[in-house]
C-alpha cells in the first residue's frame, strides 16, 4: 500500500462511502513528500561511502518542515534525492503523490519545473540579469509569455517586498535582498513544492529571520508545502515539525 491510500479499515467498511461524504479527517490526502527506504552510496575508486541509510520521510501538504543535522549527515544529499537532482541508490521517492524515481529524464525535468520551487545556499542569480529579470527568466523557461512573465515577476517582486528595486542587479542588492530575490523566483509557475538548502546561512541573524518569517508567510498563506534544510535553531518556531539526521540516518522528534 502506498502512503497515500485509504487505511485498509476504510476500504473494508460494509457500504461504499464516497469521498466527499467522509469526515476530513478520514480523507486521503497526498503527502507533498513521501520517501520510503532511501539510501545512498557514493563510490570514489574502491571506497563505498553511504551517506543515507534507509532513510524514510513524510512532509504533509500544507506543513513546513526543518531538515537538520550536523556538517556530512547527508542532509543536501537527502534533499537534492528528493528534489530529483540526484537518483538513490535505493528506495522511492514521491512527490504529490507521483513516484519520481523511476521517472524518465524529460518528464522528471518538466515535472520539477512545475511543481517544484527550489532555494539554493548561494542565491544562484545571473549576475548580468536585474531582480525582475532573474524572476522573468525563470517564468520564461517555464512556458510563460514574455508580456505575463514580465507582470508575474513585478506581482512576485512585490510579494517579497522589493519592488523598488526590479531594476538592480544582485551585485547592488544587500544579502537578504539577493534571498527574497530567490525566493520569489522559487515562487514563479505557483509550486505547490517549495525547498532550500540552508536559505539563511549567508545571512546576519537579523536577515536571516526576516527571509524565513517572509517564507513562513507565504507559505501559509498560499498553503505550500515548505522542507528547508537547515543549521539554524532559531528558526524551529516557524517550523510544523523537524527531523535530524545523523550519520545517514533520520531521527524523528516533534517540535
Ligand atoms: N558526490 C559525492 N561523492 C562522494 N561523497 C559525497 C558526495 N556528495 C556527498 N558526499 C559525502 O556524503 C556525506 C554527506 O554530504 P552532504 O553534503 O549531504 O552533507 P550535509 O549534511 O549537507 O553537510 P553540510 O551541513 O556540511 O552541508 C559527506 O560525508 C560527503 O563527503
Ligand atoms: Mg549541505
Known amino acids: 500500500m502506498t502512503a497515500y491510500q485509504l487505511p485498509v479499515a476504510a476500504y473494508s467498511a460494509p457500504t461504499v462511502v464516497f469521498p466527499s461524504l467522509l469526515p ?6 497526498v503527502p507533498a513528500i513521501a520517501a520510503r527506504g532511501v539510501s545512498m552510496s557514493f563510490q570514489s575508486g574502491s571506497d563505498c561511502y553511504q551517506a543515507l541509510k534507509n532513510v524514510d520521510l513524510e512532509l504533509r501538504s500544507g506543513e513546513i518542515q526543518l ?4 556538517s556530512g549527515s547527508g542532509k543536501t544529499t537527502l534533499l537534492s534525492i528528493l ?3 540526484l537518483t538513490p541508490t535505493e528506495g522511492n521517492v514521491y512527490l504529490l503523490g507521483q513516484e519520481i524515481t523511476g521517472m ?3 518528464r522528471l525535468a518538466r515535472f520539477r519545473l512545475e511543481n517544484i520551487g527550489f532555494i539554493f545556499q548561494g542565491f544562484n542569480l ?3 540579469l536585474t531582480a525582475l529579470e532573474n524572476i522573468e527568466v525563470a517564468l520564461t523557461v517555464k512556458g510563460i509569455r514574455k508580456h505575463a512573465a514580465k507582470k508575474q515577476a513585478r506581482s512576485l517582486l512585490e510579494q517579497v517586498g522589493l519592488a523598488e528595486k526590479a531594476n538592480q542587479r544582485p551585485r ?3 544579502g537578504g535582498q539577493k534571498q527574497r530575490v530567490a525566493i520569489a523566483r522559487a515562487l514563479s509557475g505557483d509550486p505547490k513544492l517549495i525547498m532550500a538548502d540552508e536559505p539563511t546561512a549567508a545571512l546576519d541573524s537579523q536577515t536571516g529571520h526576516a527571509v524565513i518569517e517572509l517564507l513562513h508567510r507565504l507559505a501559509k498563506e498560499q498553503n505550500r508545502s515548505v522542507l528547508m534544510v537547515t543549521h539554524d535553531a532559531r528558526i524551529i518556531d516557524f517550523a510544523d515539525r523537524v527531523v535530524n539526521l545523523e550519520d545517514g ?3 524523528q522528534k516533534p517540535v
Open 126 to 128: 545571473f549576475p548580468a
Open 83 to 85: 528534489a530529483g537532482i
Open 67 to 70: 531538515l537538520m543535522g550536523p
Open 104 to 106: 524518465s529524464r524529460s
Open 172 to 174: 547592488d542588492l544587500s
Open 249 to 251: 540516518a533520520l531521527k
Open 24 to 29: 476530513a479527517t478520514v480523507l486521503p490526502t
